[in-house]
């Protein structure tokens, strides 16, 4: 059967209170978490600022690829969120009021006068405040908000949505599900590893370049630990199509022994 080629995924998280501290993200194990699901994974991830220049070079060079990218934050009312203004300059573009958009806005503030939060008159300048988060690059479509109906956008494969987790998230998986359903369990991989003891890195490197060497679609990895377990040791693994990744696998716990190394921890 022939399979979809998947694009590469990448999130792109904007906000100075994340790369300040005084917002912890929680975007990224979310978005790895709902990709595995769906049997894709992420590519990569850039923390930005709310700098509008910083935020428009970032996605000039994001909107060149042709990988799917979620971006997240900066595209509330306030002076501090520049993310619709930075992706119409990238873009070359003007921005405007969306009229689905605008439609859903004071459909939202209808709601909250009904709950006798405030008023749906949209003459008032706090409601004409809140169209401003209708406003995005010319030739963006819309992206639901379950949560209060302000909608995020979507422009040349990019995903912009708000930095609540409690709105952001639905809103990936409505876009992972609805444009991205074509590329879902596309491709099977898995994931194997175990411990290495009493083996210095250096030594078995020259067998995780043979290994990508011999089977090019398995990816191998190193990740030194100084001894949480109780002894120093390195969790050695594979990722990569099932039937070439259990090869590979064999290939390196054999290696590991033939140079010396252990395969359980050593005696105390």
């Known amino acids: ?23 912890q993200d929680k ?22 600022s709310d700098e509008r220049d910083v935020i428009a070079a970032t996605l000039a060079r994001s909107f060149a690829t042709q990988d799917i990218v979620f971006c997240c934050g900066g595209i509330g009312a306030t002076p501090d969120d520049q993310t619709r203004q930075a992706a119409a300059q990238a873009l070359g573009v003007e ?24 008023s749906g008159d949209m003459s008032l300048p706090e409601n004409q405040q809140r169209l401003q988060m209708g406003v995005f690059p010319v030739g963006a479509d819309i992206v639901p908000n379950a949560y209060n109906k302000i909608p995020g956008f979507y422009i040349q494969n990019h995903t912009f949505m708000p930095g609540f ?67 120093p040791h390195i969790d050695l693994g594979v990722k990569g199509e099932p039937e070439a990744a259990a090869e590979a696998l064999a290939y390196l716990r054999a290696e590991v022994v033939r140079v010396g190394g252990q395969l359980i921890p050593p005696q105390k």
């Open 95 to 118: 921005l405007f009021l969306h009229p689905e958009a605008e439609r859903l806005i004071a459909e939202r503030c209808a709601d909250n006068e009904r709950r006798g939060q405030g």
């Open 27 to 48: 975007h990224f194990s979310k978005l790895i978490e709902l990709l595995s699901q769906r049997g894709m994974q992420l590519s990569g991830a850039e923390f930005i």
């Open 1 to 23: 059967m022939q399979t979809t080629a998947i694009p590469k995924v990448r999130l792109i998280i904007i906000g100075d209170e994340i790369l300040s501290g005084r917002r």
């Open 165 to 231: 987790p409690v709105m952001a998230w639905p809103m990936m998986e409505w876009t992972l599900d609805t444009r991205y359903r074509a590329f879902h369990h596309n491709i099977t991989r898995v994931e194997h590893s175990f411990l290495a003891f009493k083996l210095p890195e250096s030594r078995i490197t020259p067998a995780l370049e043979e290994l990508e060497k011999k089977w090019p679609g398995v990816k191998a990895f190193s990740l030194p630990s100084m001894g949480e377990t109780g002894h």
